[in-house]
């Protein structure tokens, strides 16, 4: 596995305003991914995060909403933009290895703690 | 659209018991699977992946698996009250990307 960080681990925002996330990896990684987890809910994947382009999103979610970089292989930052209080919610990183026996298994950052006013 | 079906719960078992935790996907292309313990306030944690039809086994935890079925269980033995947590299983598609969770079972271990 690896160590992942991210940044900040939470923050109050106020509607119309964006934040951007940082998602830091201590080992180069294949595979980056953005998750979001609303309170009492499960894992919902926003976006795959890839190295020198566009990142791929998943249904109900776009890039002027969500965009997302990854400029090399160990960092990645996922933005929410103009914010709304529906956006309140714990954002995710992960990452994964496509080698191996641990082929596709995702590991997961901290998270984020979102809460927008 | 890829589904993995949990039961909600809470599963209540007393300390020392077996819990096991279910979980059914829809797409018969799935072939990992991948079971996460995440306990409140925290971000999911790997406990077990599985591959290949059977039992894989490690330590107090039992993954379970039937393609033919669409079926994943976990198996805890000796349960501890520290193992209640919110338990979310997980089918990855036949690309070993991207993953598809349920939405937990939640369990409760008693002393």
């Known amino acids: 596995s690896a160590v992942i960080s991210q940044k900040p681990s939470r923050d109050i925002c106020q509607r119309g305003t964006s934040l951007t996330i940082q998602c830091q990896v201590d080992?180069?990684?294949?595979?980056m991914f953005w998750y979001r987890q609303q309170p009492g809910q499960s894992l919902t994947l926003i976006a795959t995060a890839n190295q020198g382009s566009e990142a791929t999103y998943e249904s109900g979610f776009v890039i002027d909403k969500f965009p997302i970089s990854r400029p090399n292989l160990t960092f990645s930052t996922l933005t929410v933009s103009n914010m709304s209080p529906e956006d309140s919610s714990i954002y995710l990183c992960?990452?994964?290895?496509?080698?191996?026996?641990?082929?596709?298994?995702?590991?997961f950052g901290p998270g984020t703690r979102l809460l927008v006013l | 659209q890829k589904e993995v079906e949990q039961n909600s719960g809470p599963l209540s078992v007393p300390e020392g018991a077996i819990a096991s935790l279910n979980c059914t996907y829809s797409?018969?292309?799935?072939?990992?699977f991948f079971w996460y313990r995440q306990y409140s306030g925290k971000s999911p944690e790997l406990i077990m992946f599985i591959y290949s039809n059977g039992d894989k086994e490690d330590g107090r935890f039992t993954a379970q698996l039937n393609k033919a079925s669409q079926y994943v269980s976990l198996l805890i033995r000796d349960s501890q009250p520290s193992d209640s947590a919110t338990y979310l299983c997980a089918a990855g598609d036949s690309g070993y990307s991207t993953l598809t969770f349920g939405k937990g079972t939640m369990l409760l271990v008693s002393p």
């Open positions: 080992s180069q990684v294949t595979m």
């Open positions: 992960s990452v994964s290895w496509l080698a191996g026996e641990l082929g596709g298994t995702q590991y």
């Open positions: 797409d018969r292309g799935s072939q990992s």
